[in-house]
């Protein structure tokens, strides 16, 4: 059974074609349908909209870490976020075994399609999230599958930290359907029913707001709290506070419900015949270290005693930023792939500049085909069995330039032993990240827009720094020479292409606009009495990075038309 639209011929079923990998709208139309994507760009835009809520409801507050010592910690977690934002919509289904998935009602029980939240009536059939919707049928024949609903889920989140944040701005961004704050200068710590009070009006009031039910626990540190929720699901509370009782629970709480406790460390006391917290408790830190490693073997030490010495985080400084798609990925050759990689790394610049930052750190990570995988995997155009294959490259000058990026990307894949027709996962990765210079400046009428006159001298002389170096010439002359050399070789090779843009760079930056205007008009002049595709490109390449960087610095473009 399924309610899913069809009228949408989208990435649900992957790529049909070489043709569609490389297409302009592979690219936007997967991040569209991606539920990962969804995922981890909105915590991002959710913490972004809880600084600016802070600001609006608590103007004395200063962004900081909360010492977790001085903690009352609640962990707010909506019950089955994806398949409650649905039931809004589609009240006849509750009470029914529901899961959300990218299935097509075409699809048959041996579908690969994953499902990414399923409702308490699935669960009881042994269905979990992750799960295949092909094994899911076999378990439960009359699931009903519905889609994904990405605007609905970023409504509901906003909404649900608007109302946290109007309590205390001790706010801690964990997912779009999860959260912990910080109470304990809102209710009397000494009142477990005023708290007991608190957090029950937090609920309704949330659930009254989105339509979707709400677990919660209380906790004097956010271990303690994220458990408590367990005992509180669904569709309500716990509170665990005091010593005695917080022993008391986390004792009996199985070993692999702790965060961060993966398949591998729970098999190593699994072996030694350990299998809930209190079970450890007759372990010494040294001894769970050296079953565990240090710092695991001292995490699960204090965590089976109910300790959690993490602050609630406030503060977040991004060190990277990037791109993954590893679905779908399918081309012949390089050229294919460097079609496909300038789409995403305009992709990538468009979320640089929605976060306001560049960087100056560019790595490629690639999923190879293993050498005895099957060519197609069960998964519809699914990766399948990879090798991982990653470098990296330093810019000479921070950038948010998808162009830019795309060259030393471009660069890395060159350096590379890549048989491309068996690439089937690519990420870009750009990091030391710095705050993007403001996009508007006093010599923007001077500098870059249409308007502005040329001449031959630099046309902002309040630089004062010292003039760009191109391969060991500094004056114009030679430059010219060089650059006139290079575009009558025979090809345009990606390392020479990187050195030019690098200049270019250095030029824009210290606003000698009319240069890179002059010899932008060479290079023209130079590769019009070729017609050679491949240069072309590369012309093509470095003056959409030229324009991309006057835009950024100076919020204006160069005039072309008298290239």
Request: with cysteine; proline share 4%.
């Amino acid at each position: 059974v399924s309610t899913q639209s069809t009228g949408s011929n989208s990435l649900k079923s992957g790529p049909k074609n070489i043709s569609d990998t490389v297409s302009s709208n592979f690219v936007k139309e997967f991040y569209s349908n991606s539920r990962l994507h969804h995922l981890s760009t909105s915590v991002s835009d959710l913490r972004l909209k809880v600084a600016a809520l802070q600001s609006q409801y608590h103007p004395s507050y200063i962004p900081c870490n909360k010492p977790q010592s001085a903690s009352l910690v609640v962990h707010i977690d909506i019950d089955c976020f994806f398949v409650s934002i649905s039931l809004r919509s589609r009240p006849h289904l509750r009470g029914k075994p529901v899961c959300v998935t990218h299935a097509k009602p075409s699809e048959k029980s041996d579908s690969y399609a994953e499902i990414s939240s399923c409702s308490y009536e699935a669960r009881q059939f042994g269905i979990k999230n992750g799960m295949f919707l092909g094994k899911a049928l076999k378990l439960c024949p009359n699931i009903v599958t519905v889609p994904y609903e990405f605007d609905e889920y970023h409504k509901a989140s906003h909404e649900l930290y608007h109302i946290l944040v109007q309590k205390t701005p001790y706010v801690e961004v964990v997912s779009c359907d999860e959260a912990f704050l910080d109470i304990m200068d809102v209710v009397d710590i000494c009142d477990e029913t005023n708290i007991e009070g608190f957090v029950c009006n937090l609920r309704s009031e949330i659930h009254s707001s989105i339509g979707c039910t709400v677990s919660a626990g209380v906790g004097p540190n956010k271990l303690v709290a994220r458990m408590a929720t367990r005992a509180g699901k669904p569709n309500g509370q716990f509170i665990c506070l005091g010593q005695e009782s917080v022993t008391k629970y986390i004792c009996s709480q199985p070993l692999h419900d702790l965060p961060g406790i993966g398949r591998s460390t729970f098999q190593k006391l699994e072996l030694q015949k350990f299998k809930l917290c209190g079970d450890l408790l007759s372990q010494t830190q040294a001894e769970l270290s050296a079953l565990l490693g240090p710092k695991t073997g001292e995490t699960v030490y204090n965590y089976c005693r109910g300790k959690d010495n993490r602050d609630l985080i406030l503060k977040h400084e991004r060190k990277s930023i990037s791109v993954e798609i590893n679905y779908g990925i399918r081309v012949e050759t390089i050229k294919e792939f460097g079609v496909f990689l300038l789409n995403l790394c305009h992709e990538l610049e468009r979320r640089m500049k929605n976060e306001n930052v560049a960087g100056s750190l560019v790595t490629l990570k690639l999923k190879e085909r293993a050498e005895n995988a099957a060519v197609e995997p069960i998964k519809y155009m699914g990766h399948g069995i990879c090798d991982n294959l990653s470098k990296s490259m330093n810019i000479a000058q921070s950038t948010n330039s998808g162009a830019v990026i795309h060259s030393k990307v471009m660069s890395l894949v060159n350096s590379m032993d890549l048989k491309p027709e068996d690439i089937r996962g690519v990420g870009v990765q750009v990091s030391k990240l710095t705050e993007s210079l403001p996009k508007t400046s006093s010599v923007t009428s001077k500098v870059s827009c249409k308007s502005a006159k040329s001449t031959n001298a630099p046309v902002c002389k309040a630089f004062q720094c010292p003039v760009p170096n191109f391969l060991g010439h500094s004056k114009r002359e030679d430059v010219i020479h060089v650059l006139k050399q290079w575009c009558d070789s025979s090809e345009p090779l990606q390392i020479d292409a990187d050195k030019v843009d690098v200049y270019f760079s250095e030029l824009i930056k210290y606003g000698n606009i009319s240069l890179v205007k002059e010899l932008l008009r060479i290079i023209r002049k130079q590769l019009q009495n070729r017609g050679m595709e491949e240069w072309n490109a590369v012309f093509n390449l470095t003056l959409q990075s030229v324009q991309q960087q006057i835009h950024a610095l100076f919020n204006g473009i160069l005039d072309i038309k008298s290239l």
